[in-house]
């Protein structure tokens, strides 16, 4: 696992810290929602948890190897909409990542489903694309600065 700064801020995005968020989940505790480990996994993309990401991965659909080689620098994440009925669960979000000097999108309508007390990813309808931020509109950084003053 990489380590973090104690304080650091949890790439998902949920505004609390890594420790209080996403890595307790990595460390083993069993995400309660389907929206709690979307945000792991996403935080798992980040920090290049291969194994954590095969576990959390239903066994029906679980690709049998795994690479993060070629995956993207990823640098924020926005929850859309997330439900859950008994044991199935939906979460649809926006993960933004840097592709060259500009920036790219994947949008997911994620399915999942909880067997004996875990929630496990089972599928995923995506769409990816461009992502073209305005000069006055938020940096896709997540630095919380406008676009013109910060990675333009």
Partial sequence: MTEQAPLASCP?????????CCQRFH???????????MRSRYSAFVHGLVDYLQQTWHPSTRPADLSLD???????LTILG??????????QF????RVGTGWGFLEERSAFVREQGR????SGDTRE???KPGRNDPCPCGSGRKYKVCCQ
């Fill in 82 to 91: 997330s439900g859950q009925q008994g044991d199935s669960g939906q979460v």
């Fill in 70 to 76: 070629d995956s993207p620098a990823w640098t924020s």
């Fill in 119 to 122: 929630w496990y990813y089972l």
């Fill in 129 to 131: 694309g461009t992502l």
């Fill in 94 to 97: 926006r993960a933004v990542y």
């Fill in 27 to 37: 460390l083993g505790e069993p995400a309660p929602t389907p929206e709690a480990l």
């Fill in 12 to 20: 998902c995005g949920s505004g609390q810290t890594y420790p209080t």
